[in-house]
């Protein structure tokens, strides 16, 4: 039986999308006339296995859930991956029929009926009948074979495939297939656009998978918020926040709503009123203002259920205060100092539940600095200096607890550089760099434990590149690049595993584009 997740069987072909497909019955055999696919043994029975491309990205792919036989994602099925290295959800439209044909098999039938009769008087009549029927058929399927010599990159030996592959099936473009290869062999591709153009704007993953974002910039400043459903690929507009926000910071409590804080407004220039949104009524409702106005600030959810602020500025002011937003009482108060005024830098909330902010800038320029906030003392410890300043960087908790720091600008121009921070130990090491300087990216974790990093900018402008960075190597490699270059845009890891970057700004274009991972 195959464990099959067909949530989406309304809008897909069952026979095109779960079950046109070849079994063989063992992984890496020639299962195919296509030789870019092979048999993939499925978890859940190893003796049976689809033949499917075998091109997959593993780093487009999901790991099974816990038990290794079923996954969550939508038209896709177990399957054990040699090449992967662990038992991978796979795509059932890249096993499809019109994709990796069946070996052409050639079968003759050869049929002959002779019949004899003879008479004899004194007449003699012999009849012979002889016929002879020969039925050959033979079924030639179509060969998609490698024209092209490898390349460095292996997102264009991806996209060279899917060409391919649309040229000689002719999959039309708004095909579930269409749709799937593009996504895993390209990597990104479009969803719904939002109403409102924004950059420097929050994002907040709802407990009900959608999307909230809320505030920014376009030329003018936003109040304005809009949901992005993952089911259906689309924004709708919700209700506005109280106050015009850019550079605020937005998180989810452990009640469902959303609390955003701070930011910079036209109006009343630098905030230090907070506001909470509920999913339930998609409205607004004001909650207590902070003791100090901020933006660049960073906000984290502690283990308590509270939020801790820390940080930014407010005008030329760069500030080391922090304070706590108590959810239960919707009040704040201050909690320790920080031992450096730094804004655009960097907080994590780490495995034993202090919280690690790192770099920054302030008037001296930037930092290498790094501290600890303990929530059961409501205190600030220095911990080991980065090895290089940074701030408009980006940190990343890694599933094995230690923080990836990486880019941000140094100076006047971006880094390329990255580093780990063991909290076991309070030291930094440096890891392998990323290909390409970048400062005002996002980086996100994904479900295979290795780091999506996208966008930005360096001298040259903005960046539609993109780049994974694997734990267990500490190396990085370049991914497919994003449709659109954008810099202080926002990237969400969806419940489907997917990346959902939104908005940002493009050499001086603001954007309203959103694109999937």
């Known amino acids: 039986m195959f464990v099959v997740n067909t949530s989406q069987q309304q809008q897909l072909s069952n026979a095109t999308a779960t079950c046109n497909f070849i079994a063989c019955n063992s992984q890496r055999t020639q299962c195919s006339s296509n030789p870019e696919c092979e048999c993939f043994s499925l978890t859940s029975k190893p003796s049976t296995g689809i033949c499917a491309v075998a091109l997959l990205p593993c780093t487009s792919v999901v790991r099974c ?30 096993a499809n029929k019109l994709i990796c044909p069946a070996i052409p098999t050639t079968t003759t039938t050869q049929t002959t009926t002779t019949t004899r009769t003879t008479t004899t008087t004194r007449t003699s009549t012999t009849t012979r009948t002889s016929t002879t029927t020969r039925t050959s058929t033979t079924t030639r399927a179509a060969n998609i074979t490698s024209t092209t010599t490898p390349t460095s990159s292996k997102a ?17 473009n708004t095909s579930i297939e269409s749709e799937y290869i593009q996504m895993l062999l390209l990597g990104w591709f479009n969803t719904g656009i939002m109403t409102n153009s924004r950059h420097a704007h929050t994002a907040a993953v709802l407990n009900n998978g959608k999307v909230l ?31 015009i926000r850019y550079y605020p910071t937005a998180c989810v409590l452990n009640n469902g709503k959303v609390l955003v804080s701070g930011g910079y407004s036209s109006v009343a220039f630098y905030l230090n009123s907070a506001e909470l949104y509920d999913p339930s009524t998609g409205t607004w409702v004001t909650t207590g203002n902070m003791i100090n106005a901020r933006y660049t600030h960073r906000a984290s959810v502690l283990n308590n259920g509270k939020v801790l602020v820390s940080g930014g500025r407010n005008g030329g002011v760069y500030l080391n ?35 690690l902010v790192c770099g920054g800038e302030n008037s001296g320029g930037s930092l290498n600095s790094a501290e600890l906030y303990d929530p059961s003392t409501g205190t600030w410890t220095t911990t080991g200096s980065m090895i290089n300043p940074r701030y408009g960087h980006r940190a990343s908790v890694l ?7 990486s880019g941000g600008h140094n100076g006047g121009d971006s880094t390329n550089s990255a ?91 603001y954007l309203n584009s959103a694109e999937l991972y």
């Open 65 to 94: 859930n816990a038990d290794n036989k079923t996954c969550s994602i939508d038209c896709t099925v177990c399957v054990n991956s040699t090449r992967c290295g662990m038992p991978v959800c796979y795509p059932l439209p890249l």
């Open 156 to 172: 264009e030996e991806y996209k060279s495939f899917y060409t391919r592959i649309e040229a000689e099936l002719e999959l039309p």
């Open 213 to 243: 974002v809320s505030g920014g910039r376009n030329g003018g400043f936003l109040n304005s918020a809009e949901l992005y459903d993952p089911s259906t690929g689309t924004w709708t507009t919700t209700g506005s926040m109280a106050d």
């Open 321 to 355: 205060s922090a304070e706590l937003y108590d959810p239960s009482t919707g009040t704040w108060t201050t909690t320790g100092s920080m031992n450096n005024a730094a804004s655009a830098n960097t907080a994590s909330v780490l495995n034993n539940g202090k919280v």
């Open 399 to 405: 599933n094995n607890g230690k923080v990836l720091v």
């Open 419 to 509: 580093e780990l921070y063991d909290p076991s130990t309070g030291t930094w090491t440096t890891t392998g760099s990323m290909i390409n300087p970048r400062a005002d990216h996002t980086a996100s974790v994904l479900s295979n434990g290795k780091v999506l990093v996208s966008g930005g900018e360096n001298s040259g402008g903005s960046l539609n590149s993109a780049e994974l960075y694997d734990p267990s190597t500490g190396t990085w490699v370049t991914t497919s690049n994003m449709i659109n270059a954008r810099a202080d845009h926002t990237a969400s890891v969806l419940s489907n595993g997917k990346v959902l970057v939104s908005g940002g700004l493009n050499n001086g274009v």
